[in-house]
């Protein structure tokens, strides 16, 4: 069976550990991260390269946090380790990091299901409901050119893969994985209050 974009990934979100009590491991989540972004190169990489950039540095942010104290070794608990400290800069990062992944996720689970929608919408729309209440009147027409900057959707699966029934279910095995990390993201955040300043 052919291969699909999702075959070749280094890490992927069904690999990132979470315990029982919905702890994400490290490690495995920021590499599924950078695997993701990939995905923004198959999309459009020089209209998408500010939203890669913007993760990256989130990334940077936790993996520098995780390398000062291992031990540290969830999200969670990185974020609650900086609870009393004055700069809460992998606190901040994980949530823009969030943000930017609640975007995405979106944009894909709105395109997957509605299967005549262009990328174009399911990207914009998302971008509606998601980032686009946390970004200034400066951003907001950057994110806007990658929108429309987004490739037709035949194109967009054809360049995931030939066999396109593996596609969609590489896609949604993919998909439901991420979505998962996000709702304990954003449950985690929510309940903690952790978002609170920024």
Known sequence: MSQTFFDNLPKNFTDVTISASGEIDVLTFLEATESM??????????????????????ISKIRTKFLENPANSTLQAIV?????QKKKI????????KRGLEFTSQALRRNVDSPDEELTVS???????????FHSFIIKP???MAMKAC??????????????????QDL??????????VKILSDFYTAGKHDKGF
């Open 37 to 58: 972004l990939k995905l923004f190169d198959v999309i459009n990489a020089t209209a998408f390269s500010p939203v890669k950039s913007d993760m990256t540095g989130n």
């Open 80 to 84: 609650l380790s900086e609870q009393d």
């Open 142 to 144: 950057v994110f806007a």
């Open 172 to 181: 949604n095995t993919w998909l439901t994985a991420f979505e998962k990390i």
């Open 151 to 168: 490739p037709y959707r035949k194109d967009f699966y054809a360049k995931l893969g030939d066999n396109q029934d593996k596609v969609k």
């Open 90 to 97: 992998a606190t901040e990062g994980l949530l823009w990091l």
């Open 123 to 133: 990207f914009g729309e998302a971008y509606k409901v998601t980032l686009s209440k």
